[in-house]
């Protein structure tokens, strides 16, 4: 089980910081992704990092997120800078054996937390 946190509101330019712990397995050896959802549209990559801390990041958040994970707490991070309303969207963590951009090569899927971005 994935559990997102650190959802909320905030103004652009801000700063949000969202947590995905897991429960129940260990996802040490696992990739963990990021994905994010706006109302009416696809959901889409955000970013993932390898069990070895290798990242990759979509293009829109290059620079402005930073994904890290703690093996000893099986958690994963999204920390979020320079906030645009653009981003506002439901965040989903997810777990899989691979990292990859596309959602459908991961396995394991968090409930999602809002991040709501105002102007």
């Known amino acids: 089980q994935l559990q997102a946190s650190g959802g909320g509101l905030v103004q652009a330019g801000g700063s949000l910081r969202l947590s995905c712990a897991a429960s129940?397995?260990?996802?040490?050896?696992?990739?963990m992704g990021w994905f994010r959802q706006a109302p009416g549209k696809r959901r889409e990559f955000v970013a993932a990092?390898?069990?070895?801390?290798?990242?990759r990041y979509a293009d829109s958040v290059r620079g402005r997120f930073t994904i890290s994970r703690n093996h000893t707490a099986n958690t994963v991070y999204l920390q979020m800078n320079n906030l645009t309303p653009e981003d506002t969207a439901v965040y989903f963590c997810?777990?899989?054996?691979?990292?990859?951009?596309?959602?459908?090569?991961?396995?394991?899927w968090g409930q999602g937390t809002q991040v709501t971005v105002s102007s």
């Open positions: 997810a777990t899989g054996s691979g990292m990859s951009v596309y959602d459908t090569f991961y396995d394991y």
């Open positions: 129940g397995r260990t996802v040490s050896g696992d990739a």
């Open positions: 990092m390898t069990w070895n801390r290798i990242t």
